[in-house]
């Protein structure tokens, strides 16, 4: 069955940078997207951007241009958010999700989500 | 950017009721609309791709409708599981900015 597994909860400073991981089992990795979406508390979804499984291409949200990094290592079927400068209002649950080969396509399965929390 | 519009932000219903939610795209996005449902304090989970395909697993009381601009996400006949907050998606896209279905 498919599966994406997030690494655990996160505390940062402000201007610190926090690295999410999303492990997936029961596909073929390469075959499919990894997409990122993010939730503040109490807020709607944000999504944040994709990265293909097969090439590592991205597309990131505009606001987040500069300080998001997406990767992959496909040896692990692993798939990595990075976010940079961070401030209190990136305090918020990370969601990793498989989306597809190409940035069209929807998210069919979700991860269990990263709560980050950023405060001095 | 293309924004997407929902409609109601929030919506009280009972259980047993037919519920429709809109969902408005800012320009033309053709069938590429997902539906998603989200309950408190857990992942959201897909119901609707390509407008109206339904998700394997997801019960047949929900549909979807709608291309180019406008979109619904129809309930049929609501039960108690479905009180939640729904969201519409352009692929990999921002957001509409929820729906919350309460229990009237």
């Known amino acids: 069955q498919v599966q994406l597994v997030q690494s655990g909860a996160e505390v940062k400073k402000p201007g610190a940078s926090v690295k999410v991981s999303c492990k997936a089992s029961?596909?073929?990795?390469?075959?499919?997207?990894i997409t990122w979406v993010r939730q503040a508390p109490g807020q709607g979804l944000e999504w944040m951007g994709w990265?293909?499984?097969?090439?590592?291409?991205?597309n990131y949200a505009q606001k987040l241009q500069g300080r998001v990094t997406m990767t992959t290592d496909t040896s692990t079927s692993t798939a990595y958010m990075e976010l940079s400068s961070l401030r209190s209002d990136d305090t918020a649950v990370y969601y990793c999700?498989?989306?597809?080969?190409?940035?069209?396509?929807?998210?069919?399965?979700w991860g269990q989500g990263t709560l980050v929390t950023v405060s001095s | 950017d293309i924004q997407m519009t929902q409609s109601p932000s929030t919506l009280s219903a009972s259980v047993g009721d037919r519920v429709t939610i809109t969902c408005r795209a800012s320009q033309s996005i053709a069938s590429w609309l997902a539906w998603y449902q989200q309950k408190p304090g857990k992942a959201p989970n897909l119901l609707i791709y390509d407008a109206s395909s339904l998700q394997s697993g997801v019960p047949s009381r929900f549909s979807g409708s709608g291309s180019g601009t406008e979109f619904t996400l129809t309930i049929s006949s609501l039960q108690p599981d479905d009180f939640a907050t729904y969201y519409c998606q352009h692929y990999n896209k921002p957001f509409g900015q929820g729906t919350k279905v309460e229990i009237k």
């Open positions: 999700a498989r989306g597809g080969s190409q940035l069209l396509y929807w998210a069919d399965y």
């Open positions: 990265i293909s499984g097969y090439d590592g291409n991205t």
């Open positions: 029961g596909y073929t990795f390469t075959n499919y997207g």
